[in-house]
C-alpha cells in the first residue's frame, strides 16, 4: 500500500534552517509529483511547492521563493524539503503529500504523509 | 493567485442530517476542484477531485457539485465519523490553493 512516512519533529531557532524528508513506499517514487503543504496551528492549508521526483524539476509558490529548496533521492524513494531564514511564523505542521495522477501536475492529492512538526523559537 | 473562500466556517449538524458546504473562487476555472477531510492530529483525505469525483474509498454520502466560482460539497446523512474539517482546494492556477476551512460539529 502507498505510505508517506515523514521525519520527526524540529525545533529550531530564528534563522536556522531545517530540511524535512518524506520516504515514500508502495508505488513507483518517480512516476508522481510530490507537493509540500503546511498548516500552522489552529490554522488552514498553505500549498509550498512541488518537486518531480523524475527530473528533480520544482514549482515553488513565490511566498517561499529564495528560502525554500525541495529535492529527492530516487535511489531510496525520498523526497526532501529544505528551509532556511526560519523565522517564529514558519512554526508548523509539513505535510508531504503525493499527486493522484501519474506524470502529470494538475490533479489534487491523493496520499498524504503524517506531517512533521517545526517549532522555531528562541 | 485564486483566493477560496469557504462558507460557513462552522456547521452545526444533527448525526443522520444533510450538511451543505460551499465554497467561491475569485475567478473562474474549470473542474479542477477536491475537497479534503482533516481530523485533529492527522493530515487531511482526499474526499473529491474534478468536481465531482468521489476518491477511492470514499462513501456515497459525499458528492461534489458546482461550476465556474462555486461550488459544494454534500453530505447526505452525516455519521459520527464525518465530524471533521473540510477544505476545498483548486489546482488549475498556481500557487494551489486552499479555502479556510469548514468545522463540521454536533448539534
Known amino acids: 500500500q502507498v505510505q508517506l512516512v515523514q521525519s520527526g519533529a524540529e525545533v529550531k531557532k530564528p534563522g536556522a534552517s531545517v530540511k524535512v524528508s518524506c520516504k515514500t513506499s508502495g508505488y513507483t517514487f518517480t512516476d508522481y509529483y510530490l507537493h509540500w503543504v503546511r498548516q500552522a496551528p489552529g490554522q488552514g492549508l498553505e500549498w509550498m511547492g512541488w518537486?518531480?521526483?523524475?527530473?528533480?524539476?520544482?514549482n515553488y509558490a513565490q511566498k517561499f521563493q529564495g528560502r525554500v529548496t525541495m529535492t529527492r533521492d530516487t535511489s531510496i524513494s525520498t523526497a526532501h524539503l529544505e528551509l532556511s531564514g526560519l523565522r517564529s511564523d514558519d512554526s508548523a505542521l509539513y505535510f508531504c503529500?503525493?499527486?493522484?495522477?501519474?506524470?502529470?501536475?494538475?490533479?489534487?492529492?491523493?496520499?498524504w504523509g503524517q506531517g512533521t512538526m517545526l517549532t522555531v523559537s528562541s | 493567485e485564486v483566493v477560496m473562500t469557504q462558507s460557513p466556517a462552522t456547521l452545526a449538524v444533527s448525526p443522520g442530517e444533510r450538511a451543505t458546504l460551499s465554497c467561491r473562487a475569485s475567478q473562474r476555472f474549470s473542474s479542477k476542484l477536491a475537497w479534503y477531510q482533516q481530523k485533529p492530529g492527522q493530515a487531511p483525505r482526499l474526499l473529491i477531485y474534478g468536481v465531482s469525483t468521489r476518491a477511492t474509498g470514499i462513501p456515497a454520502r459525499f458528492s461534489g457539485s458546482g461550476s465556474g466560482t462555486e461550488f459544494t460539497l454534500t453530505i447526505s446523512s452525516l455519521q459520527s465519523e464525518d465530524f471533521a474539517v473540510y477544505y476545498c482546494q483548486q489546482y488549475e492556477n498556481w500557487p494551489y490553493t486552499f479555502g479556510q476551512g469548514t468545522k463540521v460539529e454536533i448539534k
Open positions: 518537486i518531480s521526483p523524475n527530473s528533480g524539476d520544482t
Open positions: 503529500a503525493k499527486e493522484r495522477s501519474r506524470y502529470n501536475i494538475w490533479d489534487a492529492l491523493d496520499y
